[in-house]
């Protein structure tokens, strides 16, 4: 009998770390990075997948190596994904963007004269620009306008009722429309009238353009875990609940609680019962007190492990459909608003692989000018519409983009129904009939897949840069506690950066970084190895696009 419990404290024991990290993706990976360059490898990551990487992750047709997730490093100057590919050789600090020809057609095949495809662009862009003032010059929006869609529409509206002639109005209109198409799949939505108007500013957007990584963007992975023991990864390990305060209310605990007893206090004073707030400190006691200190993790498998420091990386969309139960007790109140409230929505790729080229080697993409202006149809005859160009990733490479409800229901079908139809689309819009089909399609199921529910965050109606700070908030057990128990991590908790990987990864830096404060000094503090006064040399460098 005393040999069992022996063994068993020892099984506990292997189970207990300073620092348990929830996802190994890129913010998971950052957290655990910095943690090991500062000295401190008490920790353990589990990820609910069999893989790394989370949103990274890529994959075989064919003839190609495709990105199902994220696709480019978004921004140079200040991005810590370009200093670290860079520093490590993955992208050439001279980059020579590709020239792009774009052209647009509609459905019965007839391009678009480029002159006035160029118009509308330039206008659309400076529509856009406007609504990002609302937020970065504290503009009030005009009344009864409130999302991005409304106001775009409204200045697109205005801008064309200036053309005498209906056939060049309605062109400029089918143009407007499919940019705005573009723009839920670059914003992640279902359509921008979802999109906060005084909210577009908050996302900053790096210098540089957008940089593909020619080995990959997986290859990142492999420079993110190259210090990290294996044995530190548990893999296929979903977790199901997390016991984070033993002590008391959740709902007192917030960013406040570390230097002093107001917010624990705040909402306890407001009960006039002196009696209720003696029975939640006896129900309090009668609580367990085995492991009390720790944050205890418990998986699917039945395992449990234990932390000081719970780092958690769960996606948004996770959160959305589990924070309810996945948090004992639930996350405060203001949290669970913020998680309802930010938007969460598929964005898909469909990929299109061909045994030979077939278009003209000038073209890299054709935008889809679809007339939307008909009926109302169903879902399933009007899905493939919500698409808004196909770009020529290689000779005989496509790839396609849908979001929203269009991108639920595309993932509701087969690949082989989805090339039929992008092939259908190709002939239509380029009036050839010999449109060869596809070898291989592909398609991405963002929505479908139980460990993400989506793609990236945006700000919906309502919503505001301060949900996702909200988010970022970390949680004390109680206000004596220098330290918390519980940091969030990921794209949805930095609010300037949301939606990109550099905002995962700097988000689970700086949970890290809580962690080990003030026990590390700021000379130890390695933000991207290898990269050392890369940034300053950078800035030097004049950077065009």
């Given at each position: ?179 705005l198409r573009r723009e839920t799949c ?218 929203g409800k269009e991108a639920e229901y ?136």
């Amino acid at each position: 009998m005393g040999d069992e419990e022996l063994n068993s404290s020892k099984t506990c024991d292997k189970k207990k770390h300073n620092v348990v990290i929830i996802g190994a993706g890129m913010a998971g990976l950052a957290a655990a990075n910095y943690l090991i360059n500062n000295g401190m490898e008490d920790f353990i990551i589990i990820e609910a997948r069999k893989r790394i990487g989370g949103r990274i992750i890529s994959i075989p047709m064919k003839n190609h190596r495709v990105e199902l997730g994220a696709n480019w490093i978004h921004g140079v100057l200040g991005n810590p994904i370009y200093e670290l590919a860079t520093a490590n050789g993955l992208v050439n600090i001279i980059n020579v963007p590709k020239p792009h020809k774009v052209i647009a057609a509609t459905e019965d095949g007839k391009q678009a004269p480029f002159n006035v495809l160029q118009e509308i662009h330039e206008a659309y862009v400076c529509f856009l620009r406007r609504c990002e003032e609302y937020f970065l010059c504290q503009y009030l929006p005009p009344p009864d306008i409130n999302s991005v869609g409304e106001h775009i529409n409204l200045e697109a509206t205005i801008y064309l009722e200036r053309l005498p002639s209906s056939e060049e109005k309605k062109l400029r209109r089918l143009i407007f429309d499919c940019l705005l198409r573009r723009e839920t799949c670059i914003s992640g939505c279902n359509s921008m009238d979802e999109i906060d108007l005084s909210e577009l500013g908050s996302y900053t957007e790096l210098q540089g353009g957008n940089i593909l990584i020619p080995s990959g963007y997986s290859s990142l992975l492999q420079l993110m875990t190259k210090n990290i023991p294996s044995e530190k990864i548990i893999s296929k390990c979903p977790v199901k609940k997390i016991n984070w305060n033993s002590n008391g209310n959740s709902d007192d605990l917030g960013e406040e609680s570390e230097d002093s007893d107001q917010t624990v206090i705040e909402d306890v004073s407001k009960a006039s019962n002196n009696d209720k707030i003696t029975k939640l400190q006896v129900n309090v006691e009668e609580k367990p007190k085995k492991r009390s200190n720790y944050v205890e993790v418990q998986c699917d498998n039945g395992e449990s492990y234990y932390a000081n420091h719970v780092i958690c990386t769960i996606p948004l969309g996770v959160l959305k459909d589990h924070a309810a139960t996945l948090f004992d007790p639930q996350l405060p109140q203001y949290k669970r608003e913020s998680i309802e409230r930010l938007l969460f929505t598929p964005v898909d790729k469909i990929y299109l692989e061909y045994d030979r080229p077939f278009l003209n080697p000038d073209i890299t993409e054709i935008m889809l000018l679809w007339d939307n202006s008909g009926s109302q149809e169903s879902m399933a005859d009007s899905w493939y519409k919500k698409m808004y160009s196909f770009t020529k990733v290689s000779e005989t490479l496509l790839l396609g983009w849908v979001s929203g409800k269009e991108a639920e229901y595309m993932e509701t079908l087969s690949m082989e129904e989805v090339g039929i139809t992008c092939t259908k689309i190709l002939r239509k819009f380029l009036n050839d009939p010999f449109v060869p089909e596809p070898i291989l399609c592909v398609c991405t199921s963002w929505n479908k897949q139980p460990y993400t529910r989506g793609a990236y965050t945006a700000i919906a109606v309502g919503a505001s840069q301060s949900d996702i700070e909200s988010l970022a908030q970390p949680l004390f057990r109680n206000a004596r506690d220098k330290k918390p128990v519980l940091l969030f991590a990921g794209e949805h908790t930095h609010s300037s950066f949301y939606s990109t990987v550099h905002g995962a990864f700097l988000s689970g830096q700086t949970a890290a970084k809580r962690v080990l404060s003030p026990d590390v000094s700021g000379e130890n503090q390695l933000e991207c190895p290898g990269s050392a006064d890369l940034q300053a040399w950078i800035q030097g460098i004049q950077i065009n696009g």
